[in-house]
């Protein structure tokens, strides 16, 4: 198909500039030109929210009118030049560190959650993503993010009268999507190639804009793939490990190639999970072509600036592939490279920089990661010792606090997520243009009036019962009623939902360990909470069971079964096909957001962040982000004193969270929501509600998780990568094969102690085996125990022993402890390299 197909519309000349804006996603989170596009077609924006849909929908004679319309012209081209002054805005990065960046951030991801309009997203990760995307235009930083464009996505749901969930995959067209084809230097759509087994598959290129950032979208619906390759970009998420192969394939061999075509450079390569990381071995193989080396010295040049975030909280859910699938795959795509196979599957496993490793068993996606990258973090506190706990066979012999995975705590993109009423709250208290600023730890609202954050959250909380009903009428409420499945029409529709009536909202994937369930442990003491007529309680669910998980379908197949007891009827509801138009809704009409993941399984948990902007309150798990964030003035939390060792196991603690649970709401949560003084307003639960919107907004923002990303990540990264040159490069690799030969010979030969007035002086004699001294570090290393926190002591050589080339005397002081306390260890030392990440060989005394 010709580039000619998807030629945007002719428009009236006075109004051309409305392409460039229905395809700027700008659009879905400042809402400035919500007036010009509901006057476009105001029945398709409130369904759709999708401008460029609006702008492909309205007639030609409707556009020539709209052209001669004094006041549509004029707020046109105030929206002109309003997005005009945006684009060329100074902003956070090029006042504060221009150019730092380079060539800027490639940034990998396997799906992203811009809007609702746009389905290529199924959770948690893609909406990440698509925050991180919006928070990086709005501070000016540049990132060039790559992913693909499927032609299906994930499902969508469904209901059935007997509570099933029923899955449909809708095609998602092009054409009706704000996503442009990119064309090449020749005026073509651009395509890019990527080797298959006996054939090469066209994958067509296509932009969406996101305020001053690009996506860039890869597919193989291109006609001239035979049509099972037409298919590999279909769905999100497919459960065939050699689809999802193929997509993988696409999205990191091909992605990289399609920013070389477009002569894209990036500084940095980030990967949000391991689903991206051939794009790190695409990109030393390029590298190795431009400068002439082997693939060794181009993987050592670039895994300085490659950055690996994992959300994964069980080494299960990292992708693995059996050697023979890999070796079929791979083959076509390495055939005239220095890369074999079979060293690629090396690089797929645990110790894949070992030169013990072998060609044989499955590649994992996480160790590939892991063997190209520089640097790794987690997405929360928690989440880092989860991460250093399932990275641990990476690092055999080192302690988990030694493990070198970082964190950066996930935050969300404020201004996606804040209300109408909440935005012109924080506009009083903060500025109009707080969102784009650098944002500090709090932002007072102290000068905000009690009585106006409660006239506040009762506005959101109409909206969003109004909402409701409109939602449940499209569910087919009343073909509920007529079938039989609910016998209160009024209920069923949401005509029972009260305004005034504390709103408990859950909305995540509906999985076991997420325990969705938690909640009907004991039915009889949730109906007792439903049924209180002084003090009554709603609640508003949503959410999806993935395909083919059916413990998750049968969980919401529960919720559907007690919504329909007689007690319960209209006071609790389930919002079909969960997606970020309905989560807009949802974070900002609830007023508790209830997250109750098993502990520590929970790698970050977003969802509770999108309340804290629109006065909602959370009663988390005390779990990832909630593990940080957590105070008694903010919220409640489930078992604070919850242990790191519950990972495996943690279900036996289902009983006592569920009992804790019951506590908080009948004791704290719903008591406090309606103990009201004279003036009707109830003051301790506004507190809460400033305490949390003061205290933790800024603070669980994209806005500051991207600046964190530059400041702890991109920058040193960026640093040490700049010192990677050829020439260094090949020397780092000629060194360390070497030293990999010596490594097994070093030894300790000698330990001495002495002790004198609380000090112990450590002496060991250590033999190197031809190894410069200055390249290894000798530690001494005490774990924590009653006798202190733990401790590592560098030792400092004293001198070379006469009777040896290879002995060297180490010695350090260090407080007394008890026999066997104290452990010395050898380990590599150098400025140059991400240690012990880019080489973890380590020794210790037996």
């Not at 959410?543 to 059916?550: F, L, N, T």
């Amino acid at each position: 198909m010709t580039l000619a197909a998807y030629t945007p519309r002719s428009l009236p000349e006075s109004l051309a500039g409305l392409i460039s804006l229905a395809l700027d996603l700008r659009w879905s989170w400042h809402h400035g030109g919500d007036v010009l596009w509901r006057a476009l077609d105001a029945e398709t924006w409130d369904s759709t929210h999708n401008a460029w849909l609006v702008l492909n929908s309205v007639s030609a004679e409707r556009m020539a009118e709209l052209a001669e319309d004094p006041g549509f012209l004029r707020h046109y081209q105030e929206q002109v030049r309003a997005h005009d002054a945006f684009i060329h805005a100074e902003t956070w990065y090029s006042k504060s560190c221009p150019g730092s960046l380079k060539s800027g951030v490639a940034y990998f991801c396997m799906e992203y959650g811009l809007s609702e309009c746009l389905p290529l997203y199924s959770g948690g990760l893609g909406v990440l993503a698509g925050d991180f995307l919006k928070a990086s235009s709005d501070l000016g930083v540049p990132v060039i993010a790559v992913g693909l464009l499927y032609q299906q996505g994930y499902f969508r749901q469904a209901i059935n009268t007997e509570g099933d969930q029923l899955e449909f995959y809708p095609y998602n067209d092009p054409t009706m999507l704000p996503v442009s084809p990119l064309a090449g230097e020749d005026g073509q759509w651009l395509r890019i190639t990527v080797p298959f087994p006996g054939r090469d598959i066209r994958l067509r290129a296509w932009k969406a804009q996101v305020g001053r950032c690009q996506l860039l979208l890869l597919d193989s619906n291109d006609p001239r793939n035979e049509p099972g390759d037409r298919g590999i970009t279909s769905e999100l998420y497919n459960g065939d490990p050699e689809k999802r192969l193929q997509q993988e394939m696409v999205l990191g061999i091909g992605g990289w190639r399609l920013l070389r075509q477009l002569n894209i450079e990036p500084t940095i390569c980030h990967l949000n999970e391991g689903h991206c990381a051939f794009a790190l071995i695409e990109r030393a193989l390029s590298w190795q072509i431009d400068h002439q080396t082997d693939f060794e010295t181009a993987r050592t040049a670039n895994r300085p600036t490659n950055l690996f975030t994992t959300h994964t909280s069980v080494a299960a859910g990292f992708d693995v592939f059996t050697d023979s699938l890999i070796k079929l795959y791979v083959e076509p795509w390495l055939r005239g490279s220095q890369l074999t196979p079979e060293r690629l599957l090396q690089l797929g496993k645990q110790n894949g920089s070992s030169a013990e490793a072998t060609g044989n068993g499955p590649l994992n996606m996480a160790w590939l990661a892991l063997n190209m990258s520089g640097r790794v973090n987690g997405v929360s506190r928690i989440h880092q010792e989860v991460t250093k706990a399932i990275l641990q066979p990476f690092f055999p012999r080192w302690p988990a606090d030694d493990i070198p995975a970082g964190y950066v705590t996930n935050g969300i993109h404020t201004p996606s997520w804040d209300s109408p009423e909440s935005d012109a709250i924080w506009t009083r208290a903060c500025g109009k243009d707080r969102w784009r600023r650098p944002l500090l730890h709090t932002c007072p609202m102290a000068d905000i009036p009690d009585a106006d954050l409660w006239a506040m959250r009762l506005a959101q909380r109409t909206r969003l019962i109004h909402y409701l009903r409109k939602r449940l009428a499209s569910q087919h409420c009343r073909q509920d009623t007529v079938h039989g499945a609910v016998k209160d029409q009024a209920a069923a529709c949401g005509l029972l939902l009260d305004n005034e009536t504390l709103t408990l909202g859950f909305a995540r994937r509906f999985t076991d360990y997420k325990r969705p369930d938690l909640l009907l442990k004991h039915e009889e003491r949730l109906v007792r909470m439903l049924d209180n007529r002084d003090r009554p309680l709603q609640i508003v669910l949503a959410g999806k069971a993935h395909p083919y998980d059916e413990r998750g379908k049968q969980l919401i197949k529960r919720w559907k079964q007690f919504s329909r007891r007689p007690e319960a009827q209209g006071k609790v509801i389930f919002v079909e096909d969960y997606d970020l138009g309905i989560a807009t809704q949802l974070v900002q009409g609830v007023d508790v957001w209830l997250n109750c993941p098993r502990h520590p399984w929970e790698a970050c948990g977003t969802s509770g962040m999108k309340v804290l902007v629109n006065g909602g309150l959370n009663l988390s798990q005390h779990d990832g982000w909630w593990a940080e964030a957590w105070s008694s003035d903010v919220g409640w939390a489930i078992r604070p004193g919850a242990s790191f060792d519950e990972l495996e196991n943690s279900d036996r603690y289902d009983e006592d969270d569920a009992l804790e649970l019951y506590e908080i709401l009948e004791h704290e949560v719903i008591p406090e929501f309606y103990q009201a003084d004279q003036d009707g307003l109830p003051r301790a639960w506004l507190k809460r509600i400033r305490a949390s919107m003061d205290q933790l907004t800024a603070a669980y923002s994209a806005n500051r998780m991207v600046r964190e990303y530059i400041d702890a990540f991109y920058l040193p990264m960026v640093a040490l990568g700049q010192q990677r040159t050829p020439e260094v490069a090949a020397g780092l690799v000629r060194e360390y094969w070497e030293i990999d030969q010596h490594w097994p010979k070093l030894r300790f030969r000698a330990v001495n102690m002495d002790e004198s007035e609380g000090m112990q002086t450590y002496t060991v004699d250590v033999y190197l085996d031809g190894v410069a001294e200055h390249r290894i570090g000798v530690e001494l290393v005490a774990e924590e125990s009653e006798y202190g926190p733990r401790t590592v002591t560098e030792m400092a050589m004293k001198y070379a022993l006469s009777g040896s080339s290879h002995g060297f005397v180490y010695q350090c002081a260090v407080p007394a402890r008890p026999e066997g306390h104290y452990t010395p260890r050898l380990r590599l030392k150098d400025q140059r390299l991400s240690l012990p990440m880019e080489n973890p060989s380590i020794a210790w005394l037996n």
